[in-house]
């Protein structure tokens, strides 16, 4: 049970802090590291999607290496692919996350398609073209409305997103995020993106109300990302989409990190005393008093009182739908917890 609520990230024992202050000292110092265990370190940089980043530091066995940048480049194909084939039927998209921490690359690729219509055709395109093999989805994500498969040829997921949500809650129009995207060249290949504030404000979105969890990379991204941005541009993104209190959550726990690898970083510190002469100091530091452990979950009371938080912004607001949804989580999470424990069997697919 102690290994299980380790890897969930429940439980943050002393060791495993340790070796990811070690890890993110490294990464954010650009200090080479010699751990007794290298494998253990590579298997964290891996999950905290920072493996090719970090491979120079720990010296990675070239055949780690390898196939890192292999999967990388089967990420850049399979977007020439799709992405062509969307724009040659018409189909309006922009790449959210997948490009935001190159060299590294996740284990997905994911289209953001905001018009149903165009969701609708995307679906079938792949289904009745590609042939893709369709993933299984959580839950929560069938009410978001995701769509995930393989195509043929590929180990990657290939997703499509009709908003950047959890439960198919409101933070912001993704048609605005469609209208405010950019080409960005990336290993000779023109890719649509989200501007560099759509890319902060998504980050903090996902990290707080999807996935749960903070990676290295988020910390190591979010910091270079915000070097484009206007205090004002990221704060007023952020009241907009009802989200302030994640936002302050986002931030100060980034900070925790800084401060334990002592890293001074003058543009993150203004804007994070922007974000606190605007919204207020952050009324939920009491659930970060835990231990510094990567990927660092974020506390399952936290998470509640931020979507609670959200969803009385959203009822403020007229919103209904969200507020509903954001008022179902802390049974769902509840749900979650159970189900896993039980290895997922008891409602036969994972809630969250």
């Not at 969930?8 to 993110?24: N, Y």
């Not at 921490?101 to 690729?109: A, C, F």
């Not at 289209?111 to 995307?122: I, Y």
């Not at 048609?175 to 560099?196: A, C, F, H």
Request: charged residues 25%; positive net charge.
């Amino acid at each position: 049970m102690l290994t299980f609520l380790e890897d969930v990230g429940i439980v943050k024992t002393p060791r495993r802090e340790a070796e990811s202050i070690l890890l993110a000292r490294a990464m954010l110092h650009n200090q080479s590291i010699h751990p007794i265990n290298k494998e253990r370190f590579l298997t964290l940089a891996k999950a905290n999607k920072v493996l090719l980043r970090a491979a120079q530091l720990l010296d990675a066995p070239a055949l780690v290496v390898s196939k890192a940048q292999d999967e990388a480049a089967e990420a850049m194909k399979l977007y020439e692919l799709m992405g062509s084939e969307f724009q040659k039927n018409g189909l309006s998209f922009v790449v959210i996350k997948s490009f935001d921490s190159l060299p590294d690359m996740g284990h997905d690729l994911d289209f953001l398609v905001p018009d149903p219509d165009e969701f609708s055709k995307a679906h079938d395109l792949l289904l009745d073209k590609f042939k893709a093999d369709p993933s299984p989805l959580t839950h929560c994500d069938k009410l978001l409305g995701k769509f995930s498969c393989f195509i043929p040829g590929f180990t990657h997921d290939f997703e499509i997103y009709p908003a950047i949500s959890q439960l198919g809650e409101l933070h912001v129009e993704a048609s605005l995020l469609l209208k405010g995207r950019t080409i960005q060249t990336v290993e000779g290949q023109r890719v649509w993106v989200n501007s560099d504030p759509d890319r902060a404000l998504v980050k903090v979105i996902h990290a707080m109300f999807r996935h749960n969890f903070l990676k290295l990379t988020d910390v190591v991204d979010f910091t270079r990302i915000i070097q484009n941005c206007s205090d004002e541009d990221l704060l007023n993104r952020a009241q907009d989409a009802g989200i302030q209190e994640a936002f302050l959550f986002f931030v100060e726990t980034l900070h925790r990190f800084l401060q334990a690898t002592r890293v001074d970083n003058t543009r993150f510190e203004q804007l994070r005393q922007a974000a606190i002469g605007r919204f207020g100091k952050d009324k939920f530091s009491v659930f970060r008093r835990d231990r510094l452990v990567l990927p660092y979950r974020i506390p399952t009371l936290a998470i509640i009182m931020l979507f609670l938080t959200k969803g009385a912004r959203a009822a403020a607001r007229g919103r209904l739908k969200t507020t509903a949804l954001c008022l179902a989580t802390p049974p769902l999470l509840f749900l979650d917890f159970v189900n896993n424990v039980f290895g997922n069997r008891l409602l036969l697919r994972r809630i969250w």
